[in-house]
């Protein structure tokens, strides 16, 4: 089908809703919800996953920080503090994470999928290292996070763009 020529110059045309390449009432909208969309249950499962986790590296750096205040040895003071530093800003990153792909934005997803295969390379030598519950602790949610995250409804939630308001 050909279009008529327009006039750079001239004012945009109208979009025209016929011209969409779906048929009205099809459902093609479903594949670009806005910003009132109905959450799928596979975003508040990941948003909840990547939460506990980032609760859990929160537990992780509490629990450096009060062995190097009460004096446990250590080679290098620096780096410990540095250690530490990582595990705080690791578990913020994880939490905005968590936040930001419960609210449905775009580059939550990745995020989340490269902090599950981080999780999955650490459960897997937990678990040949025979502890047993702490690598299914962490492979179980990692696992079912990364399945999430290639849901279609999930993709769609999370590929949404225009009408929503900035992040900061």
Do not use: C, H
Request: glycine share 10%; no cysteine; charged share 10%.
């Amino acid at each position: 089908m050909s279009r008529p020529p327009v006039n750079p110059a001239g004012p945009a045309p109208e979009p025209d809703p016929a011209e969409s390449g779906f048929p009205a009432g099809t459902g093609a909208d479903k594949f670009a919800p806005g910003p009132d969309a109905e959450r799928p249950r596979g975003i508040v499962v990941i948003a909840l996953i990547v939460a506990a986790e980032a609760t859990a590296l929160l537990v992780a750096a509490a629990w450096y920080g009060y062995e190097l205040l009460t004096g446990a040895p250590v080679l290098s003071l620096g780096g410990a503090i540095f250690t530490l530093g990582l595990l705080l800003a690791f578990s913020a990153w994880l939490y905005s994470v968590a936040l930001f792909l419960f609210r449905g934005r775009r580059w939550t997803r990745a995020a989340a999928l490269v902090a599950q295969l981080f999780v999955l390379t650490i459960a897997f030598p937990t678990l040949t290292g025979g502890v047993v519950l702490a690598g299914l602790a962490m492979l179980v949610p990692a696992v079912a996070a990364l399945v999430l995250l290639f849901d279609k409804r999930v993709i769609s939630y999370a590929s949404r763009t225009g009408d929503m308001p900035p992040a900061l």
